[in-house]
């Protein structure tokens, strides 16, 4: 994640992230620190306070997801050369490709109507 790619490991309090793109598409996410700060948390956080809990299967998946990215560095590493491959060949086709080296690449159109086109015969 974000806080191994610049190297802070150990050095963040409060993690939030998403099941929803990184580990398998589902839903909901997560937060991670200490025992003392999820505590409090859990106490006076309105949006935990009136939110539902993830389905099993979506736990299930996102847990699994993580023992596979933590077994092998053989998926990462495709990641890793996937993404490079599509900023390149995008990037040689002309495209602006927003933010630096991450597998989420932003195709910068620079016009809605026209984007909305390229969504529209992407499907």
């Given at each position: 994640g974000t806080e191994e790619y610049f190297d802070h490991l150990g050095q963040i309090d409060i993690i939030?992230?998403?099941l929803g793109k990184a580990l398998g598409g589902a839903a909901g996410g997560y937060t991670t620190s200490s025992q003392e700060?999820?505590?409090l948390l859990r106490q006076r956080s309105r949006p935990y306070?009136?939110?539902n809990s993830l389905p099993p299967p979506v736990?299930?998946?996102g847990?699994?997801?993580l023992e596979l990215v933590m077994s092998?560095?053989?998926l990462l590493d495709r990641l890793k050369d996937n993404t490079q491959r599509f900023r390149s060949a995008m990037t040689a086709?002309?495209?602006t490709i927003s933010g630096e080296n991450h597998p989420i690449s932003p195709v910068m159109i620079g016009d809605a109507k026209l984007a909305s086109d390229f969504?529209?015969?992407m499907l």
């Amino acid at each position: 994640g974000t806080e191994e790619y610049f190297d802070h490991l150990g050095q963040i309090d409060i993690i939030n992230s998403t099941l929803g793109k990184a580990l398998g598409g589902a839903a909901g996410g997560y937060t991670t620190s200490s025992q003392e700060l999820i505590d409090l948390l859990r106490q006076r956080s309105r949006p935990y306070l009136f939110s539902n809990s993830l389905p099993p299967p979506v736990v299930a998946s996102g847990l699994k997801a993580l023992e596979l990215v933590m077994s092998s560095s053989e998926l990462l590493d495709r990641l890793k050369d996937n993404t490079q491959r599509f900023r390149s060949a995008m990037t040689a086709a002309g495209f602006t490709i927003s933010g630096e080296n991450h597998p989420i690449s932003p195709v910068m159109i620079g016009d809605a109507k026209l984007a909305s086109d390229f969504a529209d015969k992407m499907l």
